[in-house]
């Protein structure tokens, strides 16, 4: 999960330019799958892509997944265990380890 300074930093970052006036939990979404998209062109043609292409662009994923979550009021922790708890229900160890398999299947 992101340190307090990170936090603090991409605040401070869109604070300095007035940009949460075009943060609306709409725009946010549309960002995170735009960058999704660009980061997953860095692997459309090779499987060795520019190592530093994809952190710029798995950067801006997290970013906005941050600013997301920020606009929303929730806890990034939070959300992620609770997630965690659902998928290892889903999908435990004993039936689900090595395997590729959708949890219907297992």
């Known amino acids: 999960m992101p340190?307090?300074?990170t936090l603090h930093a991409l605040a401070d970052f869109v604070a300095e330019r007035d940009w949460n006036q075009f943060h609306s939990p709409e725009n946010l979404a549309k960002s995170i799958s735009i960058e999704a998209g660009e980061?997953?062109?860095c692997f459309q043609w090779t499987s060795n892509p520019?190592?530093?292409r994809v952190e710029e662009e798995l950067a801006d994923?997290?970013?906005y997944c941050i600013h997301l979550a920020n606009k929303?009021?929730?806890d990034l922790?939070?959300?992620v265990q609770s997630k965690l708890e659902k998928s290892?229900?889903?999908y435990p160890v004993e039936l689900a380890k090595g395997r590729m398999t959708?949890?219907?299947d297992l």
């Open 39 to 41: 980061l997953l062109e």
């Open 88 to 90: 290892a229900a889903k």
């Open 102 to 104: 959708k949890y219907t």
């Open 3 to 5: 340190t307090e300074r």
């Open 61 to 63: 994923v997290v970013t």
């Open 77 to 79: 922790d939070e959300i």
């Open 50 to 52: 520019d190592q530093r």
């Open 72 to 74: 929303l009021g929730v």
